[in-house]
């Protein structure tokens, strides 16, 4: 079966794939989730159009290790020093999967003033645990001083 430029080979429904690649798509949506939802016009290459601290989570509302993930996610919003949002990359042809090679969902990326400053990438079948969300919380405590962003490096 290939879908967009990705082929995925399943001759039989397996866990997994019944686990990110449902046969039956439902239909959803972030819109829903409380935070800002990010499309590929809000990004040029691989940076944020926005100002300010970002931490965003690249999801697929297809993926249930995202859709897990998500509400934890959600629930530090306004106890981190940073805006939160979530990327929607749930179309298999959305440029984004590409411009910043995403392979897992989620995928979470921090950006300073538009500029990719951390990312925290998804485990296959696993996603992000709560060690990532810790992980996210003292990368942004780190950047609440005023270090310019290009003395932080990437974890």
Same mark, same amino acid.
């Given at each position: 079966?290939?879908?967009? !430029? $990705?082929?995925?080979?399943?001759?039989?429904?397996? @866990? &997994?794939?019944?686990?990110?690649?449902?046969?039956?798509?439902? !239909?959803?949506? &972030?819109?829903? %989730?409380?935070?800002?939802?990010?499309?590929?016009?809000? @990004?040029?290459?691989?940076?944020?159009?926005?100002?300010?601290?970002? %931490?965003?989570?690249?999801?697929?509302?297809?993926?249930?290790?995202?859709? =897990? @993930?998500?509400? !934890?996610?959600?629930?530090?919003?306004?106890?981190?020093?940073? !805006?939160? %949002?979530?990327?929607?990359?749930?179309? &298999?042809?959305?440029?984004? &999967?590409?411009? @910043?090679?995403? +392979?897992?969902?989620?995928?979470?990326?921090?950006?300073?003033?538009? %500029?990719?400053? =951390?990312?925290?990438? =998804?485990?296959?079948?696993?996603?992000?645990?709560?060690?990532?969300?810790?992980?996210?919380?003292?990368?942004? +405590? $780190?950047?609440?001083?005023?270090?310019?962003?290009?003395?932080?490096?990437?974890?």
């Amino acid at each position: 079966m290939l879908v967009g !430029k $990705r082929a995925l080979v399943l001759t039989r429904p397996t @866990f &997994w794939a019944r686990l990110c690649y449902p046969i039956k798509m439902v !239909k959803r949506s &972030w819109e829903g %989730a409380g935070l800002e939802v990010l499309r590929a016009n809000d @990004f040029e290459a691989t940076h944020l159009k926005r100002d300010g601290t970002y %931490a965003v989570c690249f999801g697929a509302t297809w993926c249930r290790p995202t859709r =897990g @993930f998500v509400p !934890k996610f959600v629930a530090r919003n306004g106890r981190l020093p940073a !805006k939160l %949002a979530i990327a929607d990359i749930t179309d &298999w042809n959305d440029p984004l &999967w590409d411009s @910043f090679h995403i +392979r897992i969902t989620p995928t979470m990326m921090v950006f300073r003033d538009g %500029a990719p400053v =951390g990312r925290f990438d =998804g485990r296959r079948f696993i996603g992000l645990r709560d060690s990532d969300l810790e992980r996210l919380t003292d990368l942004l +405590r $780190r950047l609440g001083g005023s270090a310019p962003a290009a003395a932080v490096s990437p974890p």
